[in-house]
């Protein structure tokens, strides 16, 4: 098994998140990976920091105009000859017809929701992440060694809700997708299993079209729950990838047992595409006791799903993503892990 981090992920720390009509407390905030990187510490796994890939595997999925206004859209809200705020941020969502002329113009472009602002240090973090989750995906690529079959991502901020060229949900850049498109180099298949609360409707996106990599995600059920326009059952992809992108949407307030109902479906989906490679979206955000949960996983529960993937033999790639019940982080990664090293 190894492991994957960055320091530099620490740096993002949202000030504003605008949701459902209200201001709000923002929840990814830097103590997440602080908590989550007690649970390898506790468990006596070392810690690989990850290295600079570069961007050109970003590049392969985000549009350059996209990532040129992750990168740079900070100094340019901070140019502007008024007072904007601290974060780049706004109410104004225009995705098209919209030839961003002016940095609130591209905003409007390029941010789809009020949860997703950009500061100081964000775009350090955002690349960061993906790098953590590229190291993941190179290791695989170069055959290293024998350790690589089981490979745990600790990543903020998360990617699944990140478009092409839009960043929304907490997320910004697409980590799941980058990393697929990456193996793709030399995996025929890759499998994405999505058991974060939310819909990642920007891996969906992405590969809606496409039969080498199959998207299957567990979640909550989108209605007047985020992302609210995507995530039904209905979804199948198109063209050659129809079959290819499989929902389970769980009724809210559903059990554990109803939980594991839908992973284990979502397995046998898996099992029928036989991919050579599967990324993990994981979120804890599903932890019973979670600000965003409407479903009621366990600690023990994690423990769980970590066996049912090993389960299927194959190489695995998790990005832990979701999770905000800041105080229990530790412990359900912990929970996680046991379920990959107790056998």
């Known amino acids: 098994m190894k492991i994957y981090s960055h320091e530099k992920q620490k740096l993002h720390h949202p000030k504003s998140y605008f949701s459902r009509g209200q201001m709000r ?58 007072e904007m705020g ?12 919209n030839d961003g002329l002016g940095i609130l113009a591209k905003a409007a472009k390029y941010q789809a929701d009020g949860s997703a602002p950009i500061g100081k240090h964000s775009w350090t973090s955002i690349y960061w992440s993906a790098q953590t989750a590229l190291n993941a ?13 089981i490979q745990i991502c600790l990543t903020r ?16 850049l697409n980590n799941a997708a980058i990393i697929a498109q990456h193996l793709r180099q030399k995996f025929k298949k890759i499998a994405i299993i999505d ?15 496409r039969k080498d990599v199959l998207y299957t995600s567990v979640h ?49 989906t898996l099992k029928l595409f036989n991919p050579d490679v599967i990324v993990h979206v994981l979120g804890f955000d599903v932890y019973k006791d979670d600000p965003q949960a409407k479903c009621q996983v366990s ?20 990005l832990v993503e979701g999770g905000y019940c800041i105080e229990k982080l530790n412990e359900n990664l912990q929970a996680f892990i046991s379920g990959f090293i107790s056998k």
């Open 86 to 97: 601290e974060e780049v941020q706004t109410t104004i969502y225009m995705a098209n017809n």
């Open 157 to 172: 901020p998360a990617g699944h809700h990140a478009r092409k060229n839009a960043a929304g949900g907490f997320c910004y």
């Open 25 to 82: 407390e923002p929840q990814e905030k830097p103590e997440r990976l602080v908590e989550l990187l007690k649970a390898p510490e506790a468990l006596g796994l070392t810690v690989i920091t990850a290295k600079d890939i570069g961007i050109e595997p970003i590049l392969a999925v985000h549009d350059l105009d996209y990532v040129d206004f992750l990168k740079h859209s900070y100094d340019q809200w901070m140019a502007v000859d008024e």
């Open 299 to 318: 600690t023990e529960g994690f423990k769980t799903l970590a066996e049912k993937l090993q389960a299927l033999d194959k190489p695995i790639i998790v």
């Open 220 to 268: 909550g059920s989108p209605i007047n729950f985020y992302p609210v326009v995507a995530g039904h059952e209905h979804e199948r992809g198109t063209g050659e990838g129809y079959g290819y992108n499989v929902n389970f949407p769980m009724p809210h307030g559903t059990d554990e047992v109803g939980f594991f109902h839908y992973v284990d479906q979502s397995i046998e």
């Open 195 to 209: 058991t974060d609360m939310h819909h990642g409707q920007g891996i969906q996106e992405i590969f809606y079209d």
């Open 137 to 149: 995906a190179d290791s695989l690529l170069n055959d290293e060694d024998d350790q690589n079959n």
